[in-house]
């Protein structure tokens, strides 16, 4: 990952977070489950890419296949 | 609380057409070239027709549910558990829509113009578009399309004429050669990325008019599918289908084509830069939908707050998925056509038997003798014919085709003019349905 980008990232995340939080008493505690869920989500997504750890391997290599297939079964029809 | 948006008839017509035309223009020749080789210009046909069906049972809901998006429709009629369980399915299938569509264009302008910025800047300054765009409503993302998407749509139109120079109608025979099926299938494939209509589900609640909503996205299915096919011609007739279906994005290396003299040597930027803000408005209106389906699932709430931390999620997993370009025009080509049968079929007909049961048989509007009335019903049934001929057309010359080569010609003309005089009948309808609702305003007033 390219480092400039993380560290932009990193502070504009991080300073969204600080707002969020400090403004957390305006949102319902459903908004406030859904926002939180979505940052802790976004970290370690991050910290996945950053450490090149491929969680989306097997869900691409079956994306992958089922694609392959419906190109053999398009290619098959004539 | 869902902000209270407003769009006029024109406004959704030239969305549908931008939502629809500027993904398929850069992802969609190349697979269509593969398989319906140089009859991939007929693929749009029965992507538009289904686009009709989506703007019909969405007209049935607009009247049934006066006020209320489609998420909120599914959690009403199916209630809490299922309801959010199909809402669920139908904000995962808008997730992808949103990554295909910000990776295809962050791998576009890393591979061809921005060569030497690391891909996740340029997925950084795109999603940081949306997120701005991401504050304000339906409304805004409209009007700046009002600005780009003609001029897009013109553009288009004249590359005919840019590149006549380069254009050899001899590529594009023999019409009508491929078989059938072919033909079939490059309609499915392209069916894929008409289902992006479906986004307009997240926005019935702003629509007043529903007759006019449906002219108005028939007027611009009609109008991307005549779009895209005359791209698709274009593009045929100056490179062939063998140079399309080898290229991962055939329409920058034709736009690359265009030479209008010494000076305008780079046109291709000039051209970019006019398809690339109405593209960002296709995706800001897919942002847009998942955020609205986020606010929907937690109750109505403003759904500007989820916007920061939802468009860093959206940044950070379109840099995990999609790691090739390959990958972005297989699942366009491949996945797509499967999704949408499979996503958008059984909701369609769920929401169609929930509108009909609610509201009953479609009022009709249409009744009485008044001439606008019968202007409207005389281009309605002209659109209608139009079509009939065109699937006539395509049907008869395919199969005489390969015993008589020369009745291809005539058939691929007819399909070709067919189309365009739908795409301009569609306007007058789309024309004189505003007339009468003007008019009836304007009787309501003084009364």
Sequence with gaps: MNLIFAGIFLLSFSLMAIRDIMLQHHRSSKMRVVIYLLYIATLCLFVAAFYQVDIFKPFQNTISAFESRVKAWMMSLY | ?447
């Design chain 2, 1 to 447: 609380m869902q902000v209270k948006q407003v769009i006029n008839h024109r406004q959704i017509a030239w969305l549908t057409s931008g939502v629809i035309m500027t993904g398929a223009v850069v992802s969609l020749p190349q697979q269509l070239a593969v398989v319906a080789r140089n009859d991939a210009w007929l693929s749009q046909l029965l992507p538009v027709m289904y686009t009709v069906l989506v703007a019909y049972v969405f007209e049935r809901l607009i009247r049934a549910y006066p006020g209320k998006n489609i998420f909120e429709i599914l959690i009403e009629t199916r209630g809490r558990v299922a309801g959010s369980l199909l809402n669920g399915i139908l904000l995962l299938f808008f997730l992808l829509i949103l990554l295909r569509d910000i990776k295809g264009v962050g791998h576009f302008l890393h591979l061809s113009l921005l060569s030497e910025t690391p891909l996740e800047i340029i997925l950084l300054v795109f999603v940081v578009v949306l997120q701005y765009f991401g504050r304000s409503s339906m409304e805004v993302a409209a009007r700046v399309n009002e600005m780009y998407f003609p001029m897009f749509f013109i553009l288009s139109f004249s590359m005919y004429f840019i590149l006549s120079n380069e254009y050899d109608l001899r590529r594009l025979e023999p019409i009508m050669d491929s078989k059938f099926v072919a033909l079939l299938l490059s309609n499915w494939m392209s069916g894929g990325l008409y289902g992006d209509i479906f986004v307009f589900g997240a926005f019935l609640h702003a629509i007043s008019q529903s007759r006019l909503f449906f002219s108005a996205v028939k007027h611009g299915a009609t109008m991307a599918g005549f779009g895209i096919m005359l791209i698709l011609i274009i593009q045929l007739g100056v490179m062939g289908y063998l140079i399309t279906s080898r290229l991962n994005y055939p329409v920058y290396v034709l736009v690359e084509q265009i030479h209008l003299t010494d000076f305008l040597d780079r046109f291709e930027v000039m051209l970019f830069s006019i398809w690339f803000p109405a593209f960002a408005i296709k995706v800001v209106i897919t942002y847009l939908t998942l955020l609205i389906g986020i606010g929907t699932l937690t109750r109505r709430e403003d759904y500007t707050y989820c916007n920061g931390p939802f468009g860093w999620f959206v940044l950070i997993l379109s840099i995990t998925t999609f790691p090739h370009i390959n990958d972005v025009n297989n699942f366009i080509g491949f996945v797509l056509p499967v999704l949408v049968p499979l996503i958008q079929w059984p909701m369609l007909l769920l929401l169609f038997l929930s509108a009909r049961q609610k509201a009953g048989k479609r009022a009709g509007s249409d009744q009485g003798s008044h001439p606008l009335l019968k202007k409207y019903r005389r281009y309605t049934r002209l659109w209608w014919i139009c079509f009939a001929i065109c699937t006539i057309s395509l049907l008869i010359g395919s199969f005489i085709e390969p015993f008589y080569g020369g009745w291809g010609r005539v058939f691929g003309a007819v399909y070709f003019f067919g189309f365009l005089a739908a795409f301009i009948f569609s306007y007058l309808e789309l024309q004189s349905l505003n007339h009468i609702m003007e008019r009836a305003k304007s009787i309501a007033r003084r009364a």
